[in-house]
């Protein structure tokens, strides 16, 4: 079967999520983020480029789908220091991931293939 390719991309300012601390704003957090999102950048000293990377992930993902999906119903995880996008909800896409930050900015790249019949 062909497949069908799509590309998304985002860019995200760290900042947006330091001026958001975790500990007073759980709620928007909750929001966006899985638990598991959650706790792996809150084990770090400045979670917010982690936060913000994640953040950046899913507006790709979303971006590149070009389908209506909850930000929480996209999941971004590691194997082996290799990110990876797992979907909550039923799914036929799979994903080629990029992520990156460094001083100000997250950045995040998607390439995703979908099958079509």
Not at 93 to 113: K, R
């Amino acid at each position: 079967m062909l497949e069908k390719l799509s590309i998304g991309t985002d860019i995200v300012k760290i900042n947006r999520f330091r001026k958001l601390p975790y500990i007073k704003n759980k709620k928007f957090y909750n929001k966006i983020f899985t638990k598991s999102e959650i706790t792996y950048c809150i084990k770090y000293k400045d979670p917010y480029p982690h936060f913000a990377v994640r953040f950046a992930g899913k507006e790709a993902v979303i971006k590149s789908i070009k389908n209506k999906i909850e930000m929480k119903d996209i999941e971004i995880s590691h194997k082996k220091s290799k990110p990876f996008i797992k979907i909550l909800k039923k799914n036929s896409f799979m994903f080629h991931i990029s992520l990156s930050h460094d001083g100000e900015y997250a950045i995040a790249m998607i390439i995703s293939e979908k099958k079509l019949n």
